[in-house]
């Protein structure tokens, strides 16, 4: 005889949608809640409304104000040591997706300062402390790029924090550093560079034919994702510079290449199956492959990665472009240096002169 406690499980409830024998609905009704009182509906979206921005990434300065708090360290004052603003400044950076090779060059050149100066804090680093940081240099280069450093940290601190007020940086100016001469291949040298790398390591030939035929420089080459080759048409495949940084977005652009690039591509692609990023390698290891291929050709001068996008420049303007088109194809931003450079270009690929007599 059954217990009479013993109570069947009920039936699940079949589901119904709450819009059923509805025709259609807004997207604001379809994103309310799926409750069934209105007056339960409405206080959800009182308390909605009365939602606050969070504070975690603030805290409380003087006279009652909110000042910004990076990363879990204490706020900046002017009385903030110099360790403390470069440690705020470098998370910055690094929020901004700065390069991480531009981070380490300016952490280590403010290291420098801090170690030239002593403690201090950042409101009392006058143009004195600035010239002992430029004149403790060996060439005008660090001194140049010394300044660099400096001067974005205080326009940090001046413009962005707005913790100072007075550039200890103005008035100081870098040197001129004088263009390198470009040294572009040798055709003959350009054939047997490109022999010697596909005798090489299977990336070898891809990577230096990126940068010898199609200008890439050595930090494109590394960044370049399978994503960016488009083989809509396999014979002439689109090799896409792809920029993140908004600053830098202006050097975007798409490169046409050719059957000769289809082939390595596809063999490249077949020997090494790269899941995403095409050479996961650093920037030592594509100086040293360079520097191997150039041994194996027998070319007996220096060739760098710039070598060879000098040489792709060189040969571009050999084709007829001019000025405009080789900023274009270099991703270079239109300015004096740039334009120098390309100009120089457009001589080296001119026609020889005439010395002997007719």
């Known amino acids: 005889m059954p217990d009479e406690n013993d109570q069947e499980a009920p039936e699940p409830l079949e589901h ?4 059923r024998g509805r025709d259609g609905v807004t997207s604001d009704e379809r994103d309310s809640p799926p409750v069934g009182d209105a007056e339960v509906a409405k206080l959800e979206a009182d308390a909605r409304e009365r939602q606050t921005a969070q ?6 300065g003087d006279a009652g104000t909110f000042v910004t708090d990076v990363g879990g360290l204490s706020p900046l004052t002017a009385r903030s040591s110099i360790d403390l603003a470069r440690t705020a400044y470098r998370l910055h950076l690094h929020a901004l997706n700065r390069p991480r090779n531009t981070i380490e060059s300016y952490g280590y ?3 420098v300062l801090e170690q030239l100066i002593g403690p ?7 143009r004195a402390d600035i010239a002992r940081f430029l004149g403790d240099t060996t ?3 660090t001194r140049k790029r010394r300044l660099t450093s400096a001067r974005r940290f205080f326009q940090y601190l001046i413009e962005d924090l707005k913790v100072l007020k007075f550039d200890p940086t103005e008035g100081y100016y870098p040197h001129h550093i004088a263009l390198r001469a470009p040294a572009p291949l040798y055709v003959a040298e350009q054939q047997a560079l490109l022999r010697a790398a596909e005798d090489d390591e299977p990336w070898s030939a891809l990577a230096i034919w990126l940068m010898m035929r199609m200008g890439l420089t050595r930090a494109e080459l590394l960044a370049l994702d399978r994503d960016h080759i488009d083989r809509s048409v396999p014979e002439h495949p689109v090799v896409h510079i792809v920029y993140d940084e908004i600053s830098r977005q202006s050097k975007d652009r798409r490169l046409a290449a050719d ?3 289809a082939a390595l591509y596809q063999d490249f692609i077949e020997a090494r199956q790269p899941p995403g990023i095409l050479f996961p390698v650093g920037a030592q290891a594509v100086n040293g492959m360079v520097e191997r291929v150039r041994r194996a050709a027998r070319i007996t001068r220096e060739v760098s990665p710039q070598t060879l996008r000098t040489t792709f420049a060189v040969e571009r303007a050999r084709a007829g472009a001019d000025q405009q088109q080789l900023l274009a194809l270099l991703g270079l931003v239109n300015d004096p240096r740039n334009r120098a450079s390309v100009d120089r270009y457009l001589v080296l690929a001119s026609a020889p002169l005439e010395t002997s007599g007719s």
């Open 109 to 111: 050149d403010l290291h």
């Open 139 to 141: 060439n005008k280069t």
């Open 120 to 126: 201090k804090p950042i409101n009392r680093i006058d």
């Open 259 to 261: 059957d000769r690039f």
């Open 16 to 19: 119904v949608s709450r819009f």
């Open 55 to 60: 504070l975690d990434l603030f805290s409380m």
